[in-house]
């Protein structure tokens, strides 16, 4: 026989009424049960969701860790966190929620690291800019008692560091919860309210449509303007205007950050580049045939 589906309208997400997953979500915690958060990487992102969670969680334990020391003493010294971890055991142990701030790259590893030191029933999620991999890594690697849903609160600045975190950074901001038909739907329930909470406007997105559109909307242009700095002379770039600037700002983003999103999503990335270049192409031979009605820049 068929199990009967339930739909939450809610969260627009279908679970199954009898399967063994779902009965564990009502044990799980409520957002207003929340003990201890912590974060994962005390950059700019990363310090400014505890600070957020410091002013919309007051009674909650806000941790945070960086596996610089020098980070984690500045941090302490900004009170950034209720507490600064010294290890990552310190920092997750009897974590409600975790979040990983870090590079795409090292979640793989973080999520190996930190999986023996987690409660059951804890909910795992991240701010990295691509979501199907990491969903794969945290299916292989985190114990089946802990939730992962991926997140992408879409906020950011030219600055970077923990001395330029603020605590309304996610004000207004929209930010993508990624899952699949595995993922708990309690925990996309919790994660819905906590990022609310932190002033986002949140959405819900397959993992793999999330990196589609991202792939083109914002780390092709990435790309793109990477392409036009590196093609241009440092000495004719001295005469630029607004526009080159405007054009090209984004190209200025951190190197570690950028290189890891186009190395985990690089399929979108090559297949927009590919419609960019053909339509590159159209205009060239436009502008060389001097055809004035297909030039169209």
């Not at 603020?166 to 899952?179: N, Q, V, Y």
């Not at 309210?193 to 990435?222: A, M, Y």
């Amino acid at each position: 026989m068929g199990r009967k589906k339930l739909t939450w309208q809610s969260i627009g997400v279908t679970f199954c009424r009898n399967s063994c997953v779902c009965r564990e979500t009502y044990k799980m915690l409520k957002l207003n049960g929340l003990q201890k958060i912590s974060v994962i990487g005390m950059g700019l992102l990363g310090a400014s969701v505890t600070m957020a969670c410091l002013r919309a969680f007051p009674k909650v334990f806000t941790v945070g860790y960086s596996h610089r020391a020098s980070t984690r003493h500045k941090s302490r010294q900004l009170n950034v966190a209720n507490q600064i971890a010294e290890t990552l055991e310190e920092a997750v142990c009897d974590a409600d929620i975790v979040i990983l701030a870090t590079p795409i790259l090292t979640f793989e590893t973080y999520f190996d690291q930190i999986a023996p030191f987690l409660k059951p029933g804890a909910i795992v999620t991240d701010v990295g800019s691509t979501k199907a991999l990491v969903h794969q890594w945290a299916d292989k690697t985190l114990p089946r008692d802990v939730y992962y849903v991926g997140s992408h609160p879409i906020a950011g600045s030219e600055k970077r560091g923990v001395e330029y975190a603020r605590d309304d950074l996610l004000a207004s901001a929209r930010c993508i919860l990624t899952h699949t038909a595995k993922t708990n739907t309690h925990a996309i329930r919790i994660l819905r309210q906590f990022w609310s909470e932190l002033g986002c406007n949140v959405v819900t997105l397959d993992p793999k449509k999330h990196d589609r559109i991202f792939g083109l909307i914002s780390h092709l242009p990435h790309v793109l303007a990477a392409a036009l700095i590196n093609s241009s002379d440092f000495e004719d770039m001295k005469f630029a205007g607004k526009g080159f600037i405007d054009t090209s700002r984004i190209a200025s983003g951190p190197a570690d950050v950028w290189m890891d999103i186009v190395l985990t999503n690089h399929h979108n990335i090559v297949n927009g580049l590919d419609r960019v270049i053909r339509q590159l192409n159209m205009m060239k031979k436009a502008i060389s045939a001097q055809n004035a009605d297909k030039v169209n820049p």
